[in-house]
């Protein structure tokens, strides 16, 4: 049975304003969701929308898109901007949507929560559900064979960011635990007349290629695909994450 998740209360995950500012929406995944549900059919549900941006650019662009996120000042902070796109407070685990989609994301970091193999399982199952039939999914997740490769593991990094006029720097402190292929997250955030602030540790899932594809065909999906980036033509697999591409059978019942 999948556990009760956890509201994040990270720095980011109460301040949705400063959420916005340090993840702005990437033009080539916009144009590559845009690109799926043009060839798919017109509705998305976007699982971990956060702010809702990607669901209010593919609005915008004419698509009908429904956004999940599990921290309701998320949710709260995109009804604000998008009052034109249904938002709801949901796990990605147990998704309660009437509606059924032509296309689901569930982009950044949120399929990384599913740290169990049981977890894993249940979004899946979850995801399958929601899609009609021959509705496609895109995942991006961490690719562990990026680690065991040239790329080192860099267990402290640190980024900078001007919120409005006021400059703040995150250290990012992480962690590998061998045994449950995860890897730990610490973010410290020094924010200029302000005390520094330490996040709670996260846990976060990487997954191996093939482990990927075996997650998925499990849970019904066809046709999968790992792509380096956000190109159709990107098999190449050198960088830390990679994206998953699998659509779900025409004529397969849903998956309970």
């Known amino acids: ?5 956890a509201l994040l ?11 916005d500012q340090v993840f702005q929406l990437d033009p080539r995944r916009a144009g590559f969701v845009a690109r799926l549900l ?4 017109p509705t998305l549900l976007d699982v971990g929308c956060a702010t809702g941006v990607l669901c209010g650019e593919l609005a915008a662009r004419g698509f009908q898109s429904t956004g999940v996120d599990l921290t309701p000042a998320f949710i709260q902070a995109a009804r604000r901007k998008y009052s034109q796109v249904p938002f709801h407070v949901g796990d990605m685990r147990r998704l309660r949507l009437r509606a059924s989609f032509h296309v689901l994301t569930c982009l950044g970091t949120t399929f990384l929560y599913n740290v169990r193999n049981e977890d894993l399982t249940a979004t899946l199952a979850s995801f399958h559900r929601a899609l009609r039939p021959g509705g496609v999914l895109l995942i991006d997740v961490v690719n562990a064979m990026a680690f065991i490769q040239a790329r080192p593991f860099r267990s402290t990094s640190e980024h900078r ?11 990012l402190e992480h962690t590998v635990l061998e045994e449950t292929q995860c890897f730990t ?15 709670p540790r996260s846990t976060f899932r990487m997954l191996f290629p093939q ?27 050198e960088g830390p994450r990679m994206l998953l591409l699998a659509r779900k059978g025409v004529t397969q019942r849903t998956r309970e």
């Open 185 to 199: 997250e610490q973010v410290t955030w020094r924010v200029e007349g302000r005390r520094p602030r330490r996040d």
């Open 9 to 19: 209360r990270t720095f980011l995950h109460t301040h949705p304003d400063v959420w």
């Open 38 to 41: 043009a060839s798919t059919g």
């Open 1 to 5: 049975m999948a556990h009760k998740p």
């Open 211 to 237: 482990e990927a594809r075996h997650f998925l065909e499990g849970a019904g999906f066809q046709d999968v695909k790992i792509l380096g980036d956000f190109r159709l033509s990107a098999r190449r697999l």
């Open 161 to 171: 960011f001007l919120l409005g006029n006021v400059q703040a720097t995150a250290t």
